[in-house]
Nanobody, 115 residues
Framework: QVQLVESGGGLVQPGGSLRLSCAAS????????MAWYRQVPGKQRELVAR???????NYADSVKGRFTISRENAKNTVYLQMNSLKPEDTAVYCC?????????WGQGTQVTVSS
């Protein structure tokens, strides 16, 4: 069982920045595919960014150029740096891990972009 714990959410003004962190349990973190999803009530959950075990990344079109996903295997942690935030980025952001056929989810952290 892999446990994922997110942190770093909060309230930020439009144009501001936040960095989300997701700490994972397990000794083979480096082998996991990690991702960030976001969920807005009444809307489908959206893949925001993904990073493979080799470090390859991909992003939703809506966040390209503004968000950066990275991982620090020595700390079993994946990050999401979010810059130039917009009100439409407001959502619960959830960490996701994939290892083989097994998937794991964190509880989520709220990000609110508002003036």
């Amino acid at each position: 069982q892999v446990q994922l714990v997110e942190s770093g959410g909060g309230l930020v003004q439009p144009g501001g920045s936040l960095r989300l962190s997701c700490a994972a349990s397990g000794s083979i973190f480096s082998a996991y595919i990690m991702a960030w999803y976001r969920q807005v009530p009444g809307k489908q959950r959206e893949l925001v960014a993904r990073i493979t075990s080799e470090g390859s990344t991909n992003y939703a079109d809506s966040v390209k150029g503004r968000f950066t996903i990275s991982r620090e295997n020595a700390k079993n942690t994946v990050y999401l740096q979010m810059n130039s935030l917009k009100p439409e980025d407001t959502a619960v952001y959830c960490c996701y891990a994939l290892f083989g056929l097994r998937t794991f989810w964190g509880q989520g952290t709220q990000v609110t972009v508002s003036s």
